[in-house]
T-cell receptor, first 119, second 110 residues
Framework: GAVVSQHPSRVICKSGTSVKIECRSL??????MFWYRQFPKQSLMLMAT?????????EQGVEKDKFLINHASLTLSTLTVTSAHPEDSSFYIC???????????????FGSGTRLTVV | KNEVEQSPQNLTAQEGEFITINCSYS?????LHWLQQHPGGGIVSLFM???GKKKHGRLIATINIQEKHSSLHITASHPRDSAVYIC????????????FGTGTRLTIIP
């Protein structure tokens, strides 16, 4: 249980175009979704926190007009990279707090990630 | 500043060896997470700890709150355990953000 499905897994786009990444919680409602970025051999960096029905909270240094986050329903959050540039090439991954099952909390559940290459 | 440090950065071992990965954090946390990232990038949550010890199969995670230290152990290691292991701390009660360590790249040689 507590699966987050992320699509696409890989995308190559031309510089200047926009790319949308989707994360869906399949068997639970995710009121909060976290979006991370990871450069090769580096740790995950939190970009923003999205909450269903409200504006996302962006981390310092992350351009909200470039990385548009929409969390319109309890099961879907999207990240759109607008006017992509080669420096936006990275691994993007989403995460949601997994629901408690009785007394057990499973922490966080992660999407499978999206490898974006901007050419 | 909330910090999480892991050691070692890289670890290579023979199949069957007992593996220990260490994690220390700078200030008090509400929970410490251990994650496994596969070569393709997918991340699996292994453990969430706030005290004591947890075991799942060949994996054991411990945490010492006083020493601000956690360890992940793998018994009877296998090549399929090769992955990057990441510890992450949730530092503020009610704030669900995680601060990540830099990860430990584990390679188990057959």
């Amino acid at each position: 249980g507590a699966v987050v499905s992320q699509h696409p897994s890989r995308v190559i786009c031309k510089s200047g175009t926009s790319v949308k990444i989707e994360c869906r919680s399949l068997d639970f409602q995710a009121t909060t979704m976290f979006w991370y970025r990871q450069f090769p051999k580096q740790s995950l960096m939190l970009m923003a926190t999205s909450n269903e029905g409200s504006k996302a909270t962006y981390e310092q240094g992350v351009e909200k007009d470039k990385f548009l986050i929409n969390h319109a329903s309890l099961t879907l959050s999207t990240l759109t990279v607008t006017s992509a540039h080669p420096e936006d090439s990275s691994f993007y991954i989403c995460s949601a707090k997994a629901p408690r099952r009785g007394e057990i909390s499973y922490g966080y559940t992660f999407g499978s990630g999206t490898r974006l290459t901007v050419v | 500043k909330n910090e999480v440090e892991q050691s070692p950065q890289n670890l290579t071992a023979q199949e069957g060896e007992f593996i220990t990965i260490n994690c220390s954090y700078s200030v008090g946390i509400s929970a410490l997470h251990w994650l496994q990232q596969h070569p393709g990038g997918g991340i699996v949550s292994l453990f969430m700890l706030s005290s004591g010890k947890k075991k799942h199969g060949r994996l054991i995670a411990t945490i010492n709150i006083q020493e601000k230290h956690s360890s992940l152990h793998i018994t009877a290691s296998h090549p399929r355990d090769s992955a990057v292991y990441i510890c992450a701390g949730a530092f503020n009660f009610g704030n669900e953000k995680l601060t990540f360590g830099t990860g430990t790249r584990l390679t188990i040689i057959p």
